[in-house]
């Protein structure tokens, strides 16, 4: 039987909006008024927001998500930072207003579980960057925050304990481990727990310019994902909720993979879109019967109701 996991755990894809996954996640042929992250909402009880970190969120479609996710009253967005912050590093007072617009209206509505600040693997841990990041924790401190580094350099215990005093998360990950990447872990340093996994693609992950669809074209086998459980459910015994996001998007093997993963977290069968079922026939084994599944948020199998 799953050991329970005290905190709430929340499974879903990053971002929704991929071609690749039309007649895959989505219907060959969408009805009228059909929106994916509606969609996706009776499946997941979590998205993890990408468009932000393009450009900041604006707060007429951070509306628009928020009354499309209203059926599921358990559903929570979360949003990256815009790469303006965390990568090239030249945003202004204005693009800070405009990030938080976005963010505010999710937040006003209950539906903001983290910003994330994701920074590049070339972002080591020196006194700049450091100081760098403490000072774009505090630009955004009215909102939860998570950071994400895949330099192991931040591997210290100096870094968590500084995390925690700023009551900043951190992001465990899963990536190729090559020279000196971060490799997985299950640190928790505030009360939102956060795991992202990105795959596994070492061919692609560090030369895939040309087509960065690539990098995220892994599919994870069960015995890959089970570890991962376990980290979740450690994280899930100190933080009072743990945000997981797959990040393996390439033709749907993120949904794939998350819907596995809850399904080891509850020891349960899952509902699911029959289309990911079609095309990736192992979910078949935890697949509920097409009768159950049919209206997944009106059984007690329901994303984010985790059984004790």
């Known amino acids: 039987m799953r050991e329970p996991s005290l905190g709430k755990i929340l499974v879903g894809p990053a971002g929704w909006s991929y071609s690749d996954w039309q007649g895959i996640v989505y219907p060959g042929r969408k009805p009228r008024g059909f929106h994916e992250a509606a969609y996706l909402a009776q499946y997941f009880d979590t998205i993890e927001i990408n468009t932000s970190f393009y450009n900041p969120l604006r707060?007429?479609?951070?509306?628009?998500?928020?009354?499309?996710?209203?059926h599921n009253p358990s559903f929570q967005f979360t949003a990256k930072l815009w790469k303006g912050f965390t990568h090239e590093r030249n945003a202004s007072l204005e693009d800070e207003k405009a990030c938080k617009q976005g963010f505010d209206v999710l937040a006003a509505a209950g539906r903001l579980g983290a910003v994330l600040l994701q920074f590049p693997w070339s972002f080591k841990n020196t006194r700049e960057n450091h100081e760098y990041m403490s000072g774009l924790c505090v630009q955004f401190t009215e909102y939860p925050l998570v950071v994400e580094v895949r330099h192991s350099s931040w591997n210290q215990p100096e870094v968590f304990d500084r995390l925690r005093t700023q009551g900043v998360g951190f992001c465990n990950i899963d990536q190729p481990v090559i020279g000196r990447s971060l490799e997985p872990s299950e640190y928790v340093t505030m009360p939102v727990g956060y795991v992202r996994l990105h795959g596994r693609n070492y061919e692609h992950w560090f030369t895939s310019n040309e087509h960065p669809e690539e990098r995220y074209n892994y599919l994870y086998s069960i015995d890959e994902l089970r570890p991962w459980a376990e980290r979740i459910n450690h994280i899930g015994r100190t933080?009072?909720?743990?945000?997981?996001?797959?990040?393996?998007?390439?033709q749907g093997k993120a949904i794939a993979n998350a819907l596995q993963l809850t399904s080891i977290l509850r020891g349960q069968p899952v509902a699911m879109p029959e289309g990911i079922r079609a095309h990736y026939p192992d979910l078949a084994e935890i697949a509920l019967p097409q009768t159950a599944a049919s209206d997944p948020k009106q059984s007690d199998l329901a994303f984010?109701?985790?059984?004790?």
């Open 59 to 70: 707060p007429e479609f951070a509306k628009s998500w928020v009354a499309k996710v209203a």
């Open 239 to 250: 933080a009072e909720v743990v945000f997981v996001i797959t990040n393996n998007h390439f």
């Open 304 to 308: 984010g109701t985790f059984p004790e």
